[in-house]
């Protein structure tokens, strides 16, 4: 069978080893295995939600309401917009590639910090699209300016908090990048992580409504992380009304499902789970910071719900990433983001006593 000639380019996204993976593998029971490669939350699914998620189990038979009504009332009054500014996907993911498909192909390119989450170039490639990257992990203004003017590309992604380097970039930065492009360039500023950034420090809160007087600029927002329900697939984009009308044109209906779309609204009405999500994260990123400092280790300070680890040439993130893994310990590598580095979701205080334990002892 001959492919399109598009595929040859894309590699596979390499999602976190599940658990069961390293049940099979290594033996370990299931309940032994800590699992801080996903950034999954990692209190748990919020009870009020499981229990939504139970009672609306005797509508499995039905489609779900594809207008999405409620959730989008729910997203609006949230953020302060009109539900007709709203897109919904199975996980902001989903709305990445309803703008991959909606605006590129062939002739196009898209423009990305060095490292930045996988899926932008992966949707764009697909289109046929030219991948451009700044010289930077960090979204330095000033290389984006440079490469837009030098390429032209067609989207521009933001990824603030950026994943999977967990440093954020500033409103004032996002609205300089912003306002050096063109109206044909859409700029992608993704939030998947915004919560963790906004509760730390002021200057890189971005709210949707900040970036609505723009035409050309979408925001994309997830459940999967502070909200706690990455196996629930919910993801939003905010936009101007012709942009995401556009956008509905790429979307199938029921793309999401009628237990999905139950959980996120219950999820959107729980501001406390989302504070003690970010409560526990913030006491327990100190450990990470302490124990790097303690053993001279270099890590970039985050503005998400995982912490990365930088290795100088003494440790290999590859041999760190497979020895913790026999221990049943799951993180992230990121030497195939050309990074000696190790990315760790910051788990509840007895999973990150269960990584501190056998990291010392690898590094021993
Ligand atoms: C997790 C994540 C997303 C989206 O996740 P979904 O589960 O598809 O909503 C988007 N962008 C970044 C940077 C992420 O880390």
Known sequence: MKFNKVLEDIQLYEAGKPIELVVREFGI????????????????????????????????????????????????????????????????????????????????????????????????????????????????????????????????????????????????????????????????????????????????????????????????????????????????????????GALHKMRPPFNVTTLSLAAALEASKDRAFVERSIALHQEQIKRYEAFANEHAIRYIDSYTNFITYLFDGEFDSTQIANALLKKGVIIRNLASYGMNAIRITIGTAKQNDTFFKYFKEIMA
């Open 29 to 244: 029971a299931p309940e032994d295995v800590v699992k801080l490669a996903s950034n999954e939350n990692p209190i748990g699914t919020n009870p009020i939600v499981a229990e939504t998620i139970m009672r609306n189990a005797t509508r499995a038979h039905l489609y779900p309401d594809d207008s999405m009504f409620e959730l989008k009332a729910a997203l609006a009054s949230l953020y302060d917009v009109e539900a007709e500014n709203i897109i919904i996907g199975a996980g902001s993911d989903q709305v990445l590639e309803f703008i991959s498909h909606a605006l590129l192909n062939e002739t196009s390119s898209v423009l990305m910090s060095r490292v930045t989450f996988a899926m932008y170039e992966i949707y764009a490639k697909q289109m046929g699209a030219k991948i451009v990257r700044t010289p930077s992990y960090a979204h330095r203004v000033e290389e984006f300016i440079e490469a837009y003017e030098r390429h032209r590309p067609k989207i521009i992604y933001i990824c603030t908090p950026n994943n999977p380097t967990g440093d954020a970039t500033s409103k004032e930065d996002v609205l300089r990048i912003i306002e050096a492009v063109d109206a044909d360039t859409l700029i992608v500023v993704d939030g998947a992580y915004m919560e963790y950034a906004a509760a730390k420090e002021a200057k890189y809160a971005i709210a949707p409504k900040d970036l609505l007087g723009y035409d050309n600029v979408i925001y994309l927002g997830t459940f999967s992380k502070a909200y706690g329900l990455g196996g629930m697939r919910i993801g939003y984009g905010i936009a101007q009304k012709s942009l995401i």
